[in-house]
């Protein structure tokens, strides 16, 4: 192989390692969850992203407004509203990864987030291969 073609090589690694990786689309915000039960604020938690219940807007009839399912009997008297949803969240390249608890049956799940074309958020909480997927809408 010519020294130029070998040069020339060199030159196109060296460029492509100092382009940036690809980065996920912001998700801080906030969101209406599905139906509209809540509102979630999604923003900086040190060095990730966290979600915390900003209100409940459509609480469920006969349903405390506490954490009623939470595993630490301890902390089952908290309210729901600044119960954080989401945590630990990096950009992981086109979304971004983290934590979701679910309120409703107590349990901490891996979760996946992203933006939909259409300007949603795409959150999905998983155990292993399967996740159960949820479209949360932009509140302004």
């Given at each position: 192989m010519p020294l130029i073609a070998i040069r020339g090589a060199l030159?196109?690694?060296?460029?492509?390692?100092?382009?940036?990786?690809?980065?996920?689309?912001?998700?801080?915000?906030?969101?209406?969850?599905?139906?509209?039960?809540?509102?979630?604020?999604?923003?900086?938690?040190?060095?990730?992203?966290?979600?915390?219940?900003?209100?409940?807007?459509?609480?469920?009839?006969g349903r405390p407004q506490t954490d009623i399912q939470n595993p630490d009997p301890a902390l089952r008297s908290k309210p729901l509203a600044g119960l954080a949803l989401l945590t630990g969240f990096a950009d992981a390249g086109d979304l971004w990864k983290g934590s979701?608890?679910?309120?409703?049956?107590?349990k901490t799940y891996n979760s996946k987030v992203s933006r939909n074309g259409d300007g949603t958020l795409k959150v999905q909480g998983c155990i292993m291969f399967f996740c159960k997927t949820q479209t949360w809408t932009p509140v302004r």
């Open positions: 030159i196109l690694l060296t460029l492509a390692a100092a382009l940036p990786a690809w980065a996920a689309q912001p998700i801080t915000g906030r969101w209406a969850t599905v139906e509209g039960k809540a509102i979630v604020q999604i923003a900086p938690c040190g060095k990730t992203l966290c979600g915390r219940i900003e209100k409940i807007v459509k609480p469920t009839p979701i608890y679910d309120p409703e049956s107590g």
